[in-house]
């Protein structure tokens, strides 16, 4: 079994160039410094240092298993020193703020998650700028938020965000359009749409009706209703009333009588972000388990979200 010593050791030759100098940076003896790095090549089935009188050096093997090696000895110095400080603090409380798509097929899993490990969440639901704003005046710890593919949200200095998933964006038609028959777009096959209605959100700052104004420059948009409401903007797609698009992670039923279109441009996705204030620009271990936590639970829907 791979031993985190035998990878301490592997680094400290591949970096001082000989078993001795090893076992001086280590502060182990020579023999110690051998016995792990001959343990690690009875492991992997390979030489991985090679001796000569002018020092040592890591074969190919040595080399490719350094590589992989050094993340391993990374990730077990972050979980010491995570867990160390939970246990010096006990119990978290963070303030959290999600946008609410988000918030109804994720958030009950992320509660459940960080509450198995002594994590808290006060959360808060809002749309895109509200969330923007009480991330930059630190009103949450942090807050899950999204922004179309090549766009920026306007935060502070001093805020940082974690990339967690793209999230594609569909074009949803009513069943009877006549575009309905198509099975994939793209920018150019958008402009046949140029005489129907679309379904546009309600709140200023949104990004999402940014992707199709700047995608489709010449087209001028006839806007039928306006709602950050995603179920109520399919509904409305379903009585014929528009197109529109529809984040993949908002859908979880489809109403009858709406089709779904893919967009085969990469300009028509948003990116979902963990935002945090930190001015070290490291999140702390609650911070990173509340991303581990959104993760796992994004993993365990039904359909996947990443493209």
């Known amino acids: 079994?791979?031993?985190?010593?035998?990878?301490?050791?592997?680094?400290?030759?591949?970096?001082?160039?000989?078993?001795?100098?090893?076992?001086?940076?280590?502060?182990w003896s020579q023999p110690t410094v051998d016995y792990h790095l001959?343990?690690?090549?009875?492991?992997?089935?390979?030489?991985?240092v090679e001796r000569s009188t002018r020092g040592s050096r890591l074969t190919p093997t040595g080399?490719?298993?350094?590589?992989?090696?050094?993340e391993i000895l990374s990730?077990?110095?972050r979980a010491v020193a995570d867990a160390r400080e939970f246990a010096e603090i006990g119990r978290v409380r963070l303030r959290f703020g999600s946008f609410p798509t988000a918030a109804a097929r994720l958030l009950p899993g992320i509660a459940h998650r960080l509450r198995e490990i002594g994590i808290e969440l006060d959360a808060v639901l809002e749309e895109i700028a509200p969330l923007v704003s009480r991330v930059n005046r630190q009103g949450v710890d942090a807050a899950l938020v999204y922004v179309a593919s090549g766009y920026t949200l306007p935060f502070r200095a001093g805020v940082h965000t974690i990339p967690l998933i793209t999230d594609p964006l569909l074009l949803a038609l009513p069943a009877q359009h006549p575009g309905s028959r198509?099975?994939?777009?793209?920018a150019?096959?958008?402009?046949?749409?140029?005489?129907?209605p679309w379904v546009f959100g309600a709140t200023p700052g949104d990004t999402l009706d940014d992707v199709v104004r700047d995608?489709?420059?010449?087209q001028r948009f006839d806007i039928a209703v306006r709602t950050d409401d995603y179920a109520v903007m399919l509904g409305m797609v379903a009585a014929g009333l528009g197109v529109g698009l529809v984040p993949r992670l908002a859908v979880s039923d489809v109403p009858e009588g709406v089709v779904l279109r893919p967009i085969d441009d990469p300009r028509f996705s948003r990116e979902i972000q963990l935002a945090f204030a930190h001015d070290r620009g490291a999140p702390n271990p609650a911070i990173r388990q509340l991303a581990e936590a959104i993760r796992?639970?994004?993993?365990?829907?039904?359909e996947p979200l990443t493209s």
């Open 188 to 196: 150019a096959s958008l402009l046949e749409l140029r005489d129907s």
């Open 75 to 77: 990730l077990a110095d």
């Open 182 to 186: 198509r099975p994939r777009y793209d």
């Open 215 to 218: 995608a489709l420059p010449e």
């Open 63 to 70: 080399t490719l298993l350094l590589e992989r090696g050094t």
């Open 296 to 302: 796992r639970t994004l993993e365990r829907l039904d």
């Open 38 to 48: 001959k343990a690690l090549e009875r492991v992997v089935g390979a030489t991985l």
């Open 1 to 27: 079994m791979l031993d985190l010593k035998q990878l301490a050791a592997l680094q400290a030759v591949a970096s001082e160039g000989s078993v001795a100098r090893a076992a001086t940076r280590l502060g």
